[in-house]
């Protein structure tokens, strides 16, 4: 090989290198631009200004005496891929046995929302208490009348307590409760919905998210509550708008309600021959309100 093809060569590749670079790093700025669109489209979703739209009111459907299913669909005015619904499994706790469901953190990466609910043999399980990233749970449980966590007296988002005394379920303020002959109970929170009539100032009003809570109605029944956004969802003024709403404009009208941890958190499961509900978490989590069969009594 000539000195001259020697420098011709060299110099080619050189050139390409140099063309390489250049399209890599266009590359990597459209890449990188794209990826800063996503980022920006995501934030925006989660703090929703386009208004809130009925899709479906549904209607209680009865899938066992004591037990009602209804699902509430929506989407956003003038959003593309913003329709999302909010399950609602109504429980007669004179019928159904109401019991709180604690997950060691040690056996939380074997266990998916299916395989506990076989585990403990629970029809439906709904997310509950708040936690921390160690899975450390925050708050009230009191589980088959045994303090499994205390009551925290302080916190913006643990000003509820639900519990189940006599077969008879309640809703409380912190500092209204009387842990005496409790025998399931959790805490969460903010309030949602009290006496009524929906709550209306909240930290963070216009976030929207996935969304759970726990609620009672005028009866006594339980409800457990949860949406299945990906992409949005909804504020927690929305949510206890909906809950208090009579149920002649759509909503649910109840008489209490408390929010429980959301996000990415949520996470509910129904496992009945008559219907199903699953909604997943995206993290793994420790503690639950979950529906069982009464115990069956021998005479």
């Known amino acids: 090989m000539s000195r001259r093809t020697r420098i011709l060569l060299i110099l080619f590749i050189v050139l390409l290198v140099i063309f390489l670079s250049v399209v890599a790093s266009i590359e990597l700025g459209v890449r990188q631009r794209v990826t800063d669109r996503v980022y920006a489209y995501l934030e925006s979703r989660k703090q929703e200004a386009a208004p809130l739209v009925f899709a479906g009111r549904g209607e209680w459907r ?7 299913l209804r699902e509430l669909t929506f989407r956003r005015k003038g959003r593309w891929w913003s329709g999302f619904s909010l399950e609602l499994l109504r429980v007669d706790p004179q019928r159904w046995a109401l019991r709180m469901v604690v997950v060691p953190p040690d056996d939380l990466p074997a266990i ?13 399980l709904l997310n509950a208490n708040y936690f921390e990233p160690d899975f450390k749970v925050m708050g009230l449980v009191i589980e088959d009348s045994k303090l499994i966590f205390p009551l925290r007296k302080e916190g913006n988002i643990h000003h509820g307590v639900w519990y189940l005394k006599g077969g008879e379920s309640f809703l409380v303020h912190r500092t209204n409760f009387i842990a005496e002959g409790v025998e399931q109970a959790f805490q969460a929170g903010p309030w949602l919905v009290t006496d009524g009539e929906a709550e209306t100032h ?8 996935r969304r759970s809570a726990v609620a009672v109605d005028r009866k006594g029944r339980v409800l457990l509550i949860a949406s299945d956004a990906l992409l949005g969802g909804l504020s927690l003024p929305e949510l206890a708008a909906l809950l208090a709403m009579p149920e002649s404009k759509g909503g649910v009208e109840v008489w209490r309600a408390i929010n429980c941890d959301g996000g990415t958190s ?6 009945h021959p008559q219907a199903s509900v699953r909604i997943r978490s995206t993290i793994h989590v420790p503690v639950y309100l979950g529906v069982f069969h009464q115990p069956a009594i021998l005479h």
């Open 202 to 209: 909240f930290r963070n009003a216009p976030l929207v998210a």
């Open 112 to 124: 998916d929302l299916d395989a506990l609910a076989v585990q403990t043999g629970a029809v439906a």
């Open 62 to 68: 009865e899938l066992q005496p004591g037990l009602d």
């Open 266 to 271: 949520t996470q509910m499961l129904l496992r």
